[in-house]
């Protein structure tokens, strides 16, 4: 069934012709866009949704969360709010509970947090695994993970278990642990930072990764400056996340490659780290994506929101250039060209704004303006 959405009062495609559209309609018609333009020249479908002089935009595109974990890290919060400094070890405590939940808990979280997260405007949504740690904890982790999340990623390159040799551990995640995962996620990433993997064990994963088929991502300069955002660009990564500390060397080969820099804003005032420096990726031509980075303990929300409104507010970026980051940007670092657009034949996930531009994400932020929801083509808000 065809329906036409009509009194978008500005509608946000992210397509270079179509640009930015006032007084627009755009067609649904079997989870796909059919048609978009002006209102008065709509065509005619099975039903018709008036959205009164809202704005229109892609539904946010999440590309970095941690949504398999049981547990809670609050009183760890609590600490580093008064002033202990964040580190990777924290990630132990997660990994324990969420080894001892049941099957039936963990899809119970996935659930909840995915729920959360469209109702205010994502629609499609990329999680990992690596609370586990196991070769049968990281399997049930991406099983669970691909019953709710659109893309999923191997993320056995989290931290080096408790007691564990760090080479052995890595040859176990390259050999057995992969293969035993890989056919149930597309992608694989690794914690390329000190105090989880150097260099040459980010390499090792990667490269394994890169022969069972996966895409490859990277957690990388996050606690200080560090090999992994080139380390992303030589192994041909679609995406290294964080980007906290970098050097102009780094921009520059980000810039010079088709490696996106996804932010994660949240993180790091939730981390109180320094926030990137986006202004100086955008000038210098890097494509970069803004992320959630949900997980229990150093950013602990769902909302794509608030981090256009941090980026906007704290990092310099416009709020055009922040809403592409977070719906085109984080497309592109899925390297999914049918979402993060408004377009004929383009996925039909769209976000309405109780507000008549997207402006009002930043010029109000804090506030709740998702007014309806379309995922796939069905409205779920």
Not at 72 to 94: C, H, K, L, N, Q
Not at 140 to 153: M, P, Y
Not at 259 to 284: F, G, H, K, W, Y
Not at 319 to 337: D, F, H, K, N
């Amino acid at each position: 069934m065809a329906v036409v959405v009509t009194g978008i009062a500005e509608l946000t495609t992210n397509d270079e012709e179509l640009g930015t559209l006032s007084g627009a309609a755009l067609v649904i018609d079997r989870g796909r866009i059919a048609w978009v333009g002006p209102a008065a020249q709509a065509p005619a479908a099975d039903d018709r949704v008036d959205i009164e002089g809202r704005a229109a935009l892609p539904g946010w595109v999440d590309s970095h969360t941690h949504l398999v974990f049981a547990g809670d890290r609050t009183a760890e919060f609590g600490a580093r709010m008064a002033g202990r400094p964040y580190s990777a070890g924290g990630i132990a405590v997660t990994v324990d509970a969420t080894r001892a939940a049941t099957d039936e808990e963990l899809s119970a979280v996935l659930q909840r947090h995915t729920v959360e997260a469209v109702s205010q405007g994502t629609t499609y949504l990329e999680t990992k695994t690596g609370y586990g740690l196991t070769v049968e904890d990281e399997l049930r982790s991406a099983v669970l993970a691909g019953q709710f999340a659109d893309e999923v990623t191997f993320l056995g390159a989290h931290l080096v278990p408790p007691g564990s040799d760090a080479d052995e551990y890595v040859e176990l995640v390259c050999g057995k642990m992969i293969d035993t995962v890989a056919p149930f996620v597309q992608w694989a990433d690794v914690f390329c930072e000190t105090g989880a993997f150097d260099e040459d064990q980010s390499r090792a994963v990667l490269q394994a990764a890169k022969e069972h088929g996966l895409g490859l991502r990277v957690h990388g300069n996050q606690l200080g400056a560090g090999p992994g955002v080139r380390l992303a660009v030589e192994m041909g990564a679609a995406s290294v996340d964080h980007c906290t500390y970098l050097t102009p060397s780094d921009v520059d080969a980000l810039a010079g490659s088709d490696t996106v820099a996804t932010l994660l804003p949240a993180c790091d005032l939730s981390t109180r780290q320094p926030l990137p420096d986006a202004r100086a990726l955008i000038e210098a031509g890097a494509s970069i994506a803004l992320a959630s980075n949900c997980n229990p303990g150093s950013s602990y929300t769902s909302s794509m929101a608030f981090c256009v409104a941090t980026a906007v507010l704290q990092m310099r970026l416009s709020v055009e250039e922040a809403v592409r980051a977070a719906t085109l940007g984080g497309a592109q670092a899925l390297r999914r060209p049918d979402v993060g657009v408004l377009r004929p034949g383009a996925r039909a996930d769209i976000h309405v704004l109780d507000a008549p531009s997207v402006t009002h994400l930043a010029y109000r932020p804090g506030v709740p303006l998702t007014y309806a929801v379309w995922r796939k083509g069905f409205r779920v808000r």
